[in-house]
C-alpha cells in the first residue's frame, strides 16, 4: 500500500485559501452558538469530514488548559485539548490540515510539546502547522509554574527551541537562556522535514514575532481596515531582521452565512449570494492576506455543515477569480 501524499500548506504565492477553528472545541461566549453546548463528539466528526469535503485549508482547535472562576463567564470551561482533538480528527479526514490555533507553548517545556506535535504529525501524515501565541491567563501560568510576566521571551525562545526539536534530527540540540537539550533522541520524527510555525497575536510585540520568527501570522481581531498597516509592518520588520523567506498572511474574517438567512444572523455577517460574499473576501487577497480563518452562524451542526459545502461549492470557486 502506498503513503498517502502530504497535502500542499498554504502559501504566499498561491491563491487565496480558507480554512475554520472549530466549533464545540472552544466555547467563549464571544462566539460559540447555543447548540454548541450539547454537541457531541460525532458532531465534530462530522464538521471536520464536511471541511476535508469541502476544500478547507485547515481545522484549527484552541489550548487553555484550566480557566479561573473570574473568567468563566466570558471564556466558559469548555476548551479541548488541541493535541488529543485534532489527533481524533486526524484519523477521520485525509486531506485537511490540523491546526493549533494557538498552543500556548510557554506552558509546557519545548520537549514536551514537540513529543506531542511531532506524533500528530507523524500519524496524520505531514498534516500539521503549529500555531503558537503568549497565552493571557494568568491562573493558568501560575498553576502549572510557568512565567507569565515573562511569557513573551519565553515563546520567542520556545519557537527556537521547537524550529530543532520539530526538525529531521533524531538527537535535536538546542541551547539557549531558559531551555537547553541534547543528546536526548525522540522518535518518530515528523512527517514534514520542516513544520510551519505560524504566531498569533495583534500586538506589537506579536507582530515582531511573527515577523521574525514565524512561516506565518495569525492575527487576532484585526478589522479590514486595520490590516493594510499590520501587514506592512510584518514585512518591514521581517526585511529589516534579514528573513528571506516568505511569510503566509492570515486574516480572520467577519462572520459569514452563504444565502439569505430567515433569522437575524447579526449586523456585522457577511451574507447574501455567494459571487458576492466572494467579491468582498477577495479584497484580503487584495490587501495581501493569503489565507482567510472563515466562521459561519448557525442554530445547528446541520445548519453549519451545509454552510461549510455551500462556501466549498459556490463561494470558494470565486475566491481567487
Not at 149 to 176: K, Q, T
Request: hydrophobic share 45%.
Amino acid at each position: 500500500m502506498s503513503l498517502p501524499l502530504i497535502p500542499p500548506l498554504p502559501s504566499a504565492d498561491g491563491p487565496l485559501t480558507y480554512g475554520m477553528q472549530l466549533p464545540v472545541q472552544s466555547q467563549s461566549a464571544i462566539y460559540a452558538e447555543p447548540w454548541e453546548a450539547a454537541a457531541t463528539p460525532a458532531d465534530l466528526v462530522r464538521i471536520a469530514r464536511a471541511a476535508d469535503r469541502g476544500g478547507f485549508a485547515y481545522i484549527a482547535s484552541c489550548d487553555h488548559i484550566a480557566i479561573p472562576r473570574r473568567l468563566a463567564e466570558g471564556m466558559s470551561t469548555v476548551w479541548y485539548d488541541p493535541v488529543a482533538t485534532l489527533a481524533f480528527l486526524a484519523g477521520v479526514t485525509e486531506r485537511v490540515l490540523l491546526m493549533s490555533h494557538v498552543a500556548v507553548v510557554g506552558l509546557r517545556h519545548p520537549l514536551v510539546t514537540a513529543k506531542q506535535y511531532a506524533t500528530l504529525d507523524h500519524l496524520s501524515g505531514g498534516r500539521l502547522i503549529l500555531g503558537v501565541g503568549a497565552g493571557h491567563v494568568r491562573e493558568e501560568f501560575e498553576a502549572v509554574g510557568a512565567d507569565f510576566d515573562g511569557r513573551g521571551r519565553v515563546l520567542d525562545e520556545s519557537i527556537d527551541a521547537l524550529r530543532a526539536a520539530l526538525g529531521p534530527e533524531e538527537y535535536p540540540e538546542f541551547a539557549g537562556e531558559r531551555y537547553s537539550f541534547g543528546g536526548l533522541g525522540q522518535l518518530p520524527r515528523p512527517a514534514r522535514e520542516k513544520v510551519p510555525i505560524w504566531v498569533g497575536g495583534s500586538s506589537p510585540a506579536a507582530v515582531r514575532r511573527a515577523a521574525v520568527r514565524g512561516d506565518g501570522w495569525l492575527p487576532q481581531g484585526d478589522a479590514r481596515d486595520r490590516l493594510p498597516a499590520q501587514i506592512a509592518r510584518v514585512h518591514a520588520l521581517r526585511e529589516g531582521a534579514g528573513v528571506g523567506e516568505p511569510i503566509v498572511i492570515g486574516a480572520i474574517t467577519e462572520p459569514l452565512y452563504v444565502g439569505e438567512p430567515g433569522w437575524s444572523v447579526g449586523r456585522r455577517t457577511l451574507k447574501g449570494k455567494p459571487e458576492a460574499l466572494a467579491e468582498s473576501l477577495r479584497e484580503y487577497a487584495a490587501i495581501g492576506v493569503h489565507q482567510i480563518q472563515v466562521r459561519f452562524r448557525s442554530r445547528s451542526v446541520d445548519e453549519l455543515t451545509d454552510q461549510m459545502a455551500a462556501f466549498g461549492a459556490d463561494v470558494a470557486p470565486h475566491l481567487s477569480t
